[in-house]
């Protein structure tokens, strides 16, 4: 599936902007800066595919990407974003309430979580949604580069006590760093295998 190119197809704002549901789907949900963008261009290997910058909420669309002729990488609007106004936030959690019930190709959502700060109260909230919408989620752990061995341990023992508490979620977490290149690889062949 990671053997052709990506494209940047279109951003969407609302379920009528959805492209056809011609291909499989996988979508990439987390707090603002996280590092959503960073991953799916390390994923894609094409730098500046999606937009990774330093201004949390800069991505306040579903973006879709394409990724060879099969699959869509969709990136999720950051939440958690503490100065996004009310009315963005409550659009934003009925679009994705919509998106996660009703996408039938959506095959995984992938949860990104940051290695120095672990699970927050908005994550468990999107795990939940996620739960209800019965949609499998993994999560990925993100920034790996950012934390020392000793520190991560403390942090995936939180997370995978955090999952057990899901029936949605997938076990086994993922350790990334789109800055190294870390579990890229891993992360692939996992999306690789589903279908
Ligand atoms: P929003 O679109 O605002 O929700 O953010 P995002 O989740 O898409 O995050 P983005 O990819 O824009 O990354 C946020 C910041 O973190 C950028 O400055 C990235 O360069 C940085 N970053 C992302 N991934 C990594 C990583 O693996 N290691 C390090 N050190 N920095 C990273
Ligand atoms: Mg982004």
Not at 62 to 82: K, M, R, S, W
Request: charged share 25%; net charge positive.
């Amino acid at each position: 599936l990671f053997a052709g190119q990506s494209e940047f197809v279109k951003g969407v704002v609302a379920m009528s902007g959805l492209p056809p549901a011609d291909r499989i789907e996988v979508c990439f949900a987390g707090r603002s800066n996280v590092g959503k963008s960073s991953l799916i261009n390390a994923l894609t290997g094409t730098k500046g595919l999606a937009r990774a910058s330093n201004t949390p909420g800069r991505t306040q669309e579903i973006n879709y990407f394409t990724q060879g002729p099969e699959l869509y990488l969709v990136d999720l609007p950051g939440y958690g974003y503490a100065n996004a106004p009310l009315p963005v936030v409550e659009k934003w959690q009925r679009l994705l309430k919509q998106y996660l019930s009703g996408r039938q190709t959506l095959r995984r959502a992938f949860v990104l979580i940051d290695s120095r700060h672990g699970i927050k109260k908005v994550d468990d909230e999107i795990m939940t949604r996620l739960d209800s919408s019965a949609v499998t989620f993994q999560c990925v752990m993100t920034k790996a580069d950012k934390v020392k061995d000793k520190d991560r341990a403390a942090v995936m023992e939180q997370v995978r006590s955090a999952l057990s508490k899901h029936p949605a979620a997938y076990p086994e977490i993922v350790l990334t760093s789109s800055e190294k290149g870390d579990g890229i690889a891993t992360l692939r062949s996992i999306i690789a295998g589903l279908e």
